[in-house]
């Protein structure tokens, strides 16, 4: 396509435009007992356009102008709650969904307005949610959401920048857990770390998420091992009255995603069963092998979600997602130092994961509650490997090739009783574990396999009190397993609680506190370790504990909009210390590894703390945007029992993003992210010499030194069209638009000459360039939905 051709198709686009209306629809229901609330309003906020809900709770509004709107449904006796920033378009609007919450006593005249801000009385504070408009246009996200999650309140970046690790509030990389619609997920990234969780790329599709939200403390008690971290992804479900679609193109892949009704047998109503499904491809390899590159990062993923409503009362939902990843190397046609250096120094992976589930609600016929049971089965094969020549994978140093596999059940019952909410349930989980592990250097070499059952069990409260001026949560959770020897049930009692006090009558003002105790598992690698006596040296570990206490204040301003004050304190304890290097391992497994593998000891301790100023806007006045300020501590003791700071301990976090609506469809957005200077851990030359490829770092050294401060700044624009059968959304951004460098720490490789020869004897040398590092990076990318 020559510049003309592409002239006049943008100017096709621009001009050819078929309509100027689009619809939406969806369902309103009653939050307790989920069953429809016939005769619900539903409005566009600022608009007369507004319709009533059928006696099975759906609505349809037809003839809307396209732009964002804030959608409210109100129902009498109900409080009210708006979805913000709805996009119409002609096509590939999603359904929506409303639950609605019965007010107990309410004045006449009186309107009561839902928070939009996802707070619920088992997590008053500390809590951050995202709709998928949001995420779909936030700046160098490229629609990946656990990018977008980074730039939360209180997340550190990772080093380098370009991890999707999600550390929160000092805390480790793998202290978070991952939940989609109720089903566990171990891992969301590529290329994942096992042991942790984080990668380059996220995995989660943004088609099908409804909204992401983020709690940083006053977890639920029906979620086990979270230390830092709760991540919840709520899928939507598929259009239940057409057939639809997307196909995505953005920064690193192309994807399409299908939608729609499933034997359908009256076409006049929605269909009881709709579908989801996705498949996306990575064009990485291609692009960096154009521009000369030495990694080959290709990936695969797929996604999937079948919902069934046997009737009013019983849904069943099928959901899955997997990954199929490969990275690789070759040599570059010309030499280049630090391309060397990392064509000897990046592990090859060949990794593939799969999460599978089926889960089934019941809703009880008495509108008092409902029961969930989930059957799950996840699997991650992993073959991380270091070699003497990665381009022709000879000469092993290092190879971990392993598998986990986790079948797990899950049941919970709620149910309300006078002003009570209680919720009560367990969790089994069949695991297993093989690991092939050689590492030369250490003289580690050992196979070993694990067969086990982890349990748990919780039970819950809630209700308000003083004229619903207060809410109080009361939880308690145990959990144990039979392979671990180095605690039990009654070590693992886990009890926390939770409330949030309006100040005033309008609860514009509202103190929230919660204090909470909380376990976490040690890893598969950790447990699954072998001396070479073919002992396993971890089989003692203590569940890592954490002991949160939180306080704030919070000032809604406007419905849309407020501001919050928090300070934070958690106090580890077992916290697994690595033997070989005398570290905690919490200032580990933020980069391409393999955390836990390694002999360790349940004796360190932490404490991480702080405070957290952040204001959130919603969509108004065609403004919306989120602005955060944490300043925290963090340290852990190692081998030594002295307290060092951790990696992520920056002291000062600041991110903050925000978008205009501009006329015409347009949308103009940014975000800024900061980060003080992080310690980081420098190169043992001596031992790196000795092992490399494998660079050795000092860990005794942790807290000498430090990286310089973090600064990211990102902007886009988003141009819609809209035709008759099809929506087109363009988008552009520059990542880095200030220019700023990106802080990494110095690299090494081995001498060589002009040639690529290795100078005799041998020795390292930095190879760390700034070239390149401080460039923007503009790039596009569309969504076409049909």
């Known amino acids: 396509m020559n510049k003309f051709h592409f002239l006049g198709f943008l100017f ?46 759906y609505f349809t509004v037809n003839e809307i102008p396209y732009k964002s709107y804030n959608v409210i449904a109100s129902f009498l006796g109900y409080e009210s709650e708006t979805l913000y920033n709805v996009i119409v378009k002609s096509v590939g609007n999603r359904p929506l969904l409303f639950e609605l919450e019965e007010v107990v006593e309410t004045l006449d005249e009186v309107v009561i307005v839902r928070s939009p801000f996802r707070t619920t009385r088992d997590t008053p504070l500390s809590t951050q949610s995202f709709s998928a408009v949001e995420i779909e246009t936030y700046p160098g996200g490229n629609n990946d959401i656990t990018k977008v999650v980074q730039s939360m309140p209180g997340i550190s970046p990772s080093i380098g920048g370009f991890r999707n690790d999600i550390i929160i509030r000092g805390g480790a990389p793998n202290e978070t857990v991952y939940y989609l ?18 990668g380059p790329v996220g995995m989660i599709n943004v088609s099908f998420v409804r909204d992401v939200t983020l709690s940083s403390s006053a977890f639920g008690a029906e979620y ?34 299908l939608e729609g009704p499933l034997f359908r047998k009256d076409k006049e109503r929605p269909a009881n069963t709709t579908f989801l499904f996705s498949v ?44 199929i990843d490969d990275f690789s190397v070759k040599a570059p046609d010309e030499f280049d130092a630090e391309q060397q250096a990392t064509l000897d120094q990046v592990p090859i992976i060949d990794q593939r994961s799969t999460t599978v589930g089926l889960s089934w609600k019941r809703n009880y016929k008495n509108g008092k509650g409902f029961m969930m049971t989930a059957l799950s089965t996840n699997r991650l094969e992993n073959v991380f490997s270091r070699y003497e020549d990665n381009t022709t994978r000879t000469g092993t140093i290092f190879q971990n090739d392993s598998y986990e596999w986790e079948t797990k059940l899950r049941y919970q019952t709620t149910f309300y009783s ?29 196979n070993t396999t694990l067969d086990f059952i982890k349990y748990g069990f919780f039970v819950k409260g809630s209700r308000k009190l003083f004229n619903d001026r207060m809410d109080l949560t009361l939880g308690l959770r145990t959990d144990a397993d039979s392979f671990s020897t180095g605690s039990n049930l009654m070590d693992n009692l886990s009890p926390r609680i939770a ?117 959130q806007q919603k969509l108004s006045n065609n403004f919306y945007g989120v602005f955060a300020y944490t300043y925290f501590f963090s340290e852990f003791t190692g081998l030594d029992q002295r307290s060092r700071p951790s990696v992520w301990d920056s002291r000062h976090l600041i991110s903050f993003t925000g978008g205009y609506k501009l006329k015409r469809n347009w949308e103009l957005s940014a975000r800024w992210r900061f980060a003080g200077k992080n310690p980081y851990v420098p190169t043992d030359l001596e031992a790196s010499l000795e092992a490399y490829p494998e660079i050795i770092l000092d860990y005794y050294r942790l807290g000498e030194v430090k990286l310089n ?22 988008f552009f951004e520059i990542q880095n638009f200030l220019g700023q460098p990106n802080p990494t720490p110095e690299e090494y490789g081995l001498n060589r000459n002009a040639s690529g020869e290795v100078i005799l004897p041998r020795s390292l040398v930095s190879v760390s360039t700034d070239e390149g590092n401080s460039s923007p990076l503009p790039s596009f990318g569309f969504v076409l939905y049909f």
């Open 224 to 257: 086990d091992n979270p230390l830092s971290g709760v991540l919840a992804f709520e899928q939507r479900e598929g259009n239940a009255n057409e057939f639809g679609g997307n196909f995505r193109f953005g920064a690193s892949e192309a994807g399409i995603t």
């Open 280 to 323: 996306r491809r990575s064009y990485l390899q291609f692009l960096f092998e154009l521009i000369g590159l030495p990694i080959r990062p290709d990936y695969w993923d797929y996604q999937w979600k079948i919902k069934h409503e046997i009737d009013k009362y019983n849904s069943l939902t099928f959901i899955g997602i997997g990954a």
């Open 709 to 730: 401060a973090f600064n990211l700044a990102d902007i886009r624009i988003d141009k819609k069209w809209n035709f008759e059968k099809l929506s087109f959304n363009f």
């Open 12 to 57: 096709f686009i621009a001009f050819a435009q078929a309509q100027n209306t689009g619809s939406l629809s969806g369902r309103i229901l009653d939050l307790q007992s989920q069953q429809p609330l016939p005769g619900a309003t539903l409005l566009l906020e600022g608009t007369g356009i507004g319709v009533v809900t059928d006696e099975e709770g």
């Open 499 to 615: 409330f949030s006090y309006a100040l005033t009558e309008n609860q514009q003002w509202k103190l929230n506190a919660t204090a909470g105790r909380y376990f976490k598992i040690p890893t598969y690698t950790m447990l699954g370790f072998q001396n070479e006596r073919s002992l396993f040296v971890n089989q003692e570990a203590s569940y890592v504990r954490s002991d949160h206490f939180v306080a704030g204040l919070e000032y809604n301003v406007t419905p849309s909009s407020r501001f919050t004050l928090e300070g934070f304190v958690k106090n580890y304890s077992n916290y697994p210390v690595s033997v070989v290097d005398g570290v905690s391992l919490a200032n580990k497994g933020g980069g391409f590894e393999v955390l836990g593998n390694e002999e360790i000891v349940s004796e360190g301790t932490g404490q991480s703390s702080g405070l957290e100023f952040l204001f």
């Open 418 to 446: 006078d002003q009570w909410k209680w919720s009560s349930g367990f969790n089994i989980q069949q695991s297993s574990y093989q690991n092939n592990t050689i590492f030369n250097y250490y003289d580690i070499a050992y």
């Open 181 to 198: 619609d109720g089903i566990e997920i171990p891992n969301i990234n590529h290329f994942s770390t096992q042991g942790s969780a984080g």
